[in-house]
């Protein structure tokens, strides 16, 4: 059975809903959204004071982030009875309006306090998967759920492709690791108190992480460096390399984490790769064979069972980000 509810979008309402929306997640947690209310409508706007100006210089990492918390806005919508029509850049390609969401009485998801756990419970657990190979079908599932966000999601399923990915990151990391002024950058987003930023709680010991892992110390014997377990990489992207695209892959991003929370799998994403231009050109020529322009990779495994909670990273009150 369907109900409609007829739940009036209060102020308060939509309050609680742009709250939830910004559970999602975003590159080093720096939220670079403030959100408005207008009538009905909840628009939001790209924060560009909290741009990562070396690491993310067209603003790839933050409109997405931006496109995460669209679509956590959007189920948080559904849980509460609400049906949420959104305008993707209203203003066009220039302008820092990402979105406008128009808030009506509609139908509540069957399962809304499931929604609201998951919602919450969806986090970035960047210690090291365990060996259990994550299932090809389970993979193409996370993919698809993205698809249906109008991204582009592919599987990296065979080895051979795998063990490139696998180069290309470490060659993105060996190069980044260089840099002097993107490696400040990351850093100043690191264990900076307050409400923002990545708490140093939730990054791993050193050996108890994937090589991989953007914030992982130095590869160790404990971290061979080729393929080493079973995890899953699915690239993300669209048709172009603009701002409405990577809205989309951020809604897609944020569909397929929070099913894969569900499911019982993490999520890392890996944006190195895609940040730095010799390893993206790569991805983009050799790997996917320019079907598509990259946006992100994200690998995907499960943590053994029984693993100690991460601590939740913080977020920015909503009193902070919400303008009157
Ligand atoms: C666009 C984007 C890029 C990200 N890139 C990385 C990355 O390269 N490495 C990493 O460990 N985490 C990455 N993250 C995860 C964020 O650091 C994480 O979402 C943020 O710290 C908030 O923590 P939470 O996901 O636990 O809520 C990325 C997230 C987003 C949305």
Redesign the pocket.
Known sequence: MTVIVRESTTTEVRRRLVELAC?????????PWSWRLEGDRVLLYADRTRALPVEDPRG???V??CG?AVHHLRVAARALGLDARVELMPDGDERDLLASIELRPGFRSPTPSDDLTVLRA?????RRFTLWPVPAAELEALAEEARSWDCTAIPILDLSTRFRVELLTLRAQASRSTDAAATSEQRA?VGRGGYD??PRE?LPERGSTSHL???ATEPSPENPTVVESGDGVIVLGGPADGPIDWLRT?EG?SAL?LRATRAGMSV?????PI?VEASRTELQHVVVQDAFVP??LVRIGWQAIGRSE?P??P?RPVAEVLKP
Not at 122 to 126: E, G, H
């Open positions: 559970l999602a997640p975003s590159v080093h947690n720096t939220q790839r990492n933050l997405l982030s995460t969806r986090c970035t657990d960047r987003w930023g990545i939730v892992a953007r914030f951020g991003l984490w890392v994403p890996l944006s190195l940040e946006h992100l991460l939740r990273t977020r």
